[in-house]
């Protein structure tokens, strides 16, 4: 079984002043002890920062460091892959009015990506759990990136793997709260001034997977 958890950054929309906007977060094909190492790794930040354990442990809630650490952290564990996907809304050709259409196309972006990459398996009797914050979708928007998906990959590539949308509310699910925190770090690393020097600090076990889209066709 594999696991995509995902998140977002930034806001893609044309009357936005972020520059980028980011859909990151975890692949795991371990999921129960990449969340059992992340539970203890999450409540040893709350008692760093006296906060309850059963509060949810944002990325607004950490500096920088703390959370450059926990992506360190994650990368040590097997079967545990970092990745994102970052859109420069300079160099992308269009202004986005749609959000929605588009949020549904970076995702096939990235999954593509991590197909090329020989992350994602497609075979027959291979299946991805795809999981988004529900937070960030509208109600009318439910389904259709599943409905999307699977008409890209299952009917237009011929692909035979199993593939489901599942959303959540990251206050129940600590696996999407990592992906908040490493999404929010992505942007943050992307919107700086040497963003490259620190993806290359921060993927030093190569299990940080980045791509960007900087024309949309």
């Given amino acids: 079984m594999q696991y995509l958890f995902l998140d977002e950054s930034g806001n893609i929309h044309k009357n936005s002043s972020d520059r980028f906007f980011v859909i990151g977060g975890i692949y795991t094909n371990n999921y129960t002890d990449i969340k059992k190492s992340y539970v203890e790794i999450n409540h040893e930040l709350k008692e760093k920062l006296n906060m309850d354990f059963e509060t949810e442990l944002k990325a607004n809630y950490l500096n920088m460091e703390e959370k450059m650490d926990i992506v360190i952290k994650l990368q040590e564990m097997d079967g545990m892959y970092i990745v994102g996907i970052i859109v420069d809304k300079d160099r992308i050709g269009i202004e986005i009015d749609e959000t929605h259409l588009y949020y549904n196309f970076v995702i096939r972006k990235l999954v593509d990506f991590m197909i090329s990459k020989r992350m994602i398996k497609t075979g027959s009797g291979e299946i ?90």
Wanted: glycine content about 2%; proline content about 1%; some cysteine.
């Fill in 128 to 217: 991805l759990q795809i999981n988004v914050d529900r937070s960030s979708m509208k109600i009318e928007d439910i389904n259709s990136l599943e409905m999307y998906l699977k008409t890209h990959y299952i009917i237009e590539r011929g692909m035979r793997f199993k593939l489901d949308v599942s959303y959540w509310d990251s206050r129940k699910n600590y696996m999407v709260q990592i992906a908040d925190i490493m999404c929010n770090t992505i942007w943050n690393v992307a919107s700086s001034e040497k963003p490259n020097g620190v993806f290359r600090y921060l993927n030093r076990h190569n299990k940080l997977k980045i791509c960007r889209l900087n024309r949309i066709r």
